[in-house]
């Protein structure tokens, strides 16, 4: 299965020109919906990103949770995701039952609370 398809890679680019279009406009940013979710299947890792930086597109933008108690917002690299493997040696997947029903913040504050990525 392929991580990152080519209608993500077109949504998670368009969420990343819109960031840098209003950041150069008033130093604000977006609060996207997450566009992707992320796992390891033999582990706890999760990610839910919502932009790829426009400048560097093996750079995605969300929230991240290596499975150690303390996720967080931040940039991670595409072809880190796609070349790393869980415990057992099994390729992170793509979960492609996940909808997006609240905004990357409200997941972040909700990941916080409970130590992990609750989606």
């Not at 940013?29 to 033999?42: R, S, Y």
């Not at 690299?77 to 796609?82: C, L, N």
Request: with cysteine.
């Amino acid at each position: 299965m392929k991580l990152f398809p080519q209608p993500i890679i077109e949504k998670l680019a368009e969420n990343g020109r819109a960031n840098a279009e209003r950041m150069a406009d008033d130093g604000d940013t977006h609060d996207f919906f997450p566009v992707v979710k992320l796992f390891t299947p033999d582990g706890a890792a999760t990610w839910l990103l919502s932009e790829i930086d426009p400048d560097d597109p093996d750079i995605a933008f969300g929230l991240c949770d290596l499975g150690v108690g303390c996720p967080e917002l931040g940039s991670v690299r595409i072809s880190e995701i796609e070349s790393a493997r869980g415990r057992l040696g099994m390729p992170i997947e793509r979960d492609l039952h996940f909808k997006a029903r609240h905004r990357l913040t409200t997941y972040a504050d909700q990941a916080r609370a409970a130590g992990r990525i609750i989606a």
